[in-house]
């Protein structure tokens, strides 16, 4: 058996060079992968490009890589945090703004092999138009803007083209797993993550709670293992009950 566990998140995360693109799981703060986005800090990774639902709202996460000046361009759907769009606005840190569900779909496709795809959202707007802001220079001027796409008619409804995401890694948070790489999220946290990990070229998952192979059920793997490359532990003082519905966090 191939044993993908590892105990050393820093010798894990190092593998990722500054300037990588990595597709971030999590929707919100449910599922986040911190342990692993911590470690980008600590390992002073830059210039990074991130594929994620949302940036968060406080400087945590992703928000700790932004707040840090780690980032150069964000792919996302709702980049909340005030902070981001002062960066955003003095052209520190780049914006590509996707419709949520169009997000989603591009790193299924991505994970699935499938280059590109036609989709209704955002077709006529400035999201696909090229007039959406890229970047902006430092002095609030336009630098550049989002390329436009193609659009094309189909049986009388406007679609546009986007791209299949294929991030460079995958970082991606679950509640269980094993070391086979065999994942299973819980609520929330199976929106974003399960594409996260499969439109990476190599992921990295951290879980809650580790079990022995082949006790999760086929059908409650939601990312099987052959999309994972290397799985930790969150915290190694975890632990839980029989009913792996709830979790018991002891001191960390």
């Known amino acids: 058996m191939i044993d993908k566990f590892r105990e050393d998140v820093l010798s894990v995360v190092d593998r990722v060079p500054s300037g990588a693109s990595i597709a971030v799981g999590g929707f919100g703060s449910s599922g986040r992968p911190d342990l692993l986005l911590d470690a980008l800090c600590e390992l002073d990774k ?33 980049p909340i945090l005030q902070e981001f769009y002062d960066e955003y606005f003095v052209g520190k840190v780049e914006l590509e703004l996707v419709p949520q569900g169009t997000l989603a779909e591009r790193m299924r496709a991505g994970g699935s092999g499938i280059p590109a795809f036609f989709t209704p959202s955002g077709a006529g707007t400035m999201l696909a138009d090229g007039t959406f802001t890229l970047r902006y220079s430092p002095d609030g001027g336009v630098a550049e803007h989002v390329p436009a796409k193609e659009h094309r008619l189909i049986d009388g409804r406007e679609y546009v083209l986007e791209t299949g995401i294929v991030a460079d890694f995958g970082m991606v948070k679950a509640h269980s797993g094993d070391r086979k790489g065999n994942l299973r999220f819980r609520l929330s946290a199976r929106n974003f993550n399960p594409l996260a990990g499969m439109s990476g070229r190599h992921t990295f ?41 709830r979790l018991i966090a002891r001191t960390r």
């Open 46 to 78: 830059r210039d990074l490009h991130v594929y994620v639902n949302n940036v968060g709202h406080d400087f945590t996460g992703v928000g700790r890589l932004l707040h840090e000046g780690r980032l150069r361009r964000v792919t996302a759907s709702f």
């Open 205 to 245: 998952a951290e879980v809650d709670r580790m079990v022995e192979v082949d006790e999760l059920h086929p059908d409650d793997v939601h990312l099987p293992g052959v999309f994972v490359d290397d799985v930790l532990l969150t915290s190694p003082t975890r632990t839980t009950t029989p009913d792996d519905s």
